[in-house]
């Protein structure tokens, strides 16, 4: 006897569907799962077993074959338990679409409207009494169903307000196999997903930051709007408690508002991550990773032995920060190249290569020297000139050169913590972020693939940076000066640029190029 469940597998952060052929003869009992399951789906024969005989169902102690077609596709993850539970009992005649003694006599109807297993893609894993477990990536599953235009698609309950954002397609939510088996054999309902994305994008949640609740440090705020506007990376340099993790976490609250499609990718990753919170439907703010300097390159860019979206995936769309800098192990920073470069990272494995959207800010921080104090008023710098020029050699030199912005964030004098007036909140600044980024829009329609001012390439720059005679001269000036290389002079005027974008002005003016160079702290002279 042969049945067949469609469920699905995710690859990447998209699902394919997987057919579940469930066949059953005589023979001395056996469980075998061909089609290149891995860990997790083989140890689902001891849950499926069990869970079925929890739910008083008949478990056949007969030869027993499961399939998961297409076979050269690597699966994992426990998302087959259910599927694999129901096509043994539709092959035992224990459920509904099951070829049944007297199914084929045209005289009894077997339809009666009730759902077909075959409309339906489903994904569940089973606990051993069975009942139905959250698993990853519900979104992408939800969506590959409603793309092969399928009737619907059965999830775990739990994975419901994740999965049901996708409209066009019934999206029901299981707490159990029984459960399941009765929507199929007795048309007894599922929970249905009612959940209207472009309602829950519309009521936006709060954040838990805002950029009004730093006093002083105005140089440094001016900095995160600048880079936020032009989507510059930033490093920050200055001593413990100077509040640069504090800075670094309300720089998404500054970035523009998310667009729905931008929030679904997010969604997307975070899904297959496995990382959406209970009852969790929509990521619609921007994210904030901040990764401890021991994370390991596969922890921060993806991989593993069942791939998972890293760090920098999870950051999609948002911010990575990445805390006392050059305390990150050399190999792991060296990987951040591909992604910063091309949005994305590449994952190969011996059979497959996926890949996960990687497009992030990138915000860094780090002391000025070893023991933190060099340059403090406050406080003596217990370190020697040979230690501070190691602690700063740590930095490669490929990573630095895409960070355009690095300022100084001195300790925050006792006077300006104390006043009460309080800053300007993250919405007046996300304001003016949105103007800029508008204006960089409309300037680079029509060049492919290029946003925002950071991304600028030479030819570029000599295209959209037009400066005046008089900013021209006072950047030759910088250069000489602060013998600035030609990658330096670059970002000078990228930075000028975005400068230019938030002032509302068409050509970079002497201003700007001034304002520009201070944000370039590493370039200068060391005291
Ligand atoms: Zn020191």
Redesign the pocket.
Known sequence: MLARVRSAAVLGIDAYLVDVETDIANGLPSFTTVGLPQGAVKEGRERVGAALANSDFVFPLKRITVNLAPADVRKDGSAFDLPIALGILAATGQLNGAPTPGADDPSIDRSNDLPNLHDYVIVGELGLEGDVRPVRGALPVALAARDAGLRGVVVPLQNLPEAGVVDGIAVLGADSLTSVRRFFDEGTPLRRATVDARRLFGSRVPRDVDLAEIRGQEHAKRALEIAAAGSHNLLMIGPPGSGKTMLARRLPTILPEMTLDEALETTKIHSVAGLMPPGGSLVTTRPFRAPHHTISDAGLIGGGTYPRPGEVSLAHRGVLFLDELPEFRKNVLEVLRQPLEDGYVTISRAATSLSYPAQFMLGAAMNP??????GDPGRA???GGVA?SRYLARLSGPLLDRIDIHIEVPAVPYRELSCDRSGEPSAVVRERVNGARQRQLKRFAGREGLFANAYMTPADLRRFCRVTDQADALLKTAIVRLKLSARAYHRVLKIARTIADLAESAPILPGHVSEAVQYRSLDRPRQ
């Open positions: 020297c070893p023991c933190g104090y060099l710098c217990t370190c501070v």
